[in-house]
């Protein structure tokens, strides 16, 4: 499936959990799918389709949708809802799913919150499926 599309899609975490953003400017958290317009994500692409790199846009706000943003990009920095944006690179580890990140810094499911760490493609907490919705 073509990440980039038109239709929204579930990030779910290795350990069964999705992603969501709970308020307009908070940190991206893990929790158990329910439906909830603010677990669905939209990809947008800023480079090429393929390579990226691209913007991860939140749904759940009806005036306009969040991009996900972390400054300065610091270990152990959360992933937050902003109206500014990061590019992410997404790469594929090979075993059907995928890390996000930046400056080598990926998405990390710590607990219920999503931080910044490391990239390791060996850590479970980094990797993600993208599920259309």
Known sequence: MSLVSHHYKIIAADS???????SATGIVTAKRYAGATNEQWNIQVQG??????????????????LATYSAPCNEGDYVVGKQADTQWKIVDNGNGTKSIYTLNYAWTVDGSKVTLYLRDSA????RFTFEQI
């Open 48 to 65: 090429t389709a393929d390579t990226g790199p691209y913007t991860i846009e939140n749904l759940g706000y009806n005036d306009r949708p």
């Open 16 to 22: 069964g959990q999705c992603l969501m953003l709970p």
């Open 123 to 126: 850590d479970s907490r980094q």
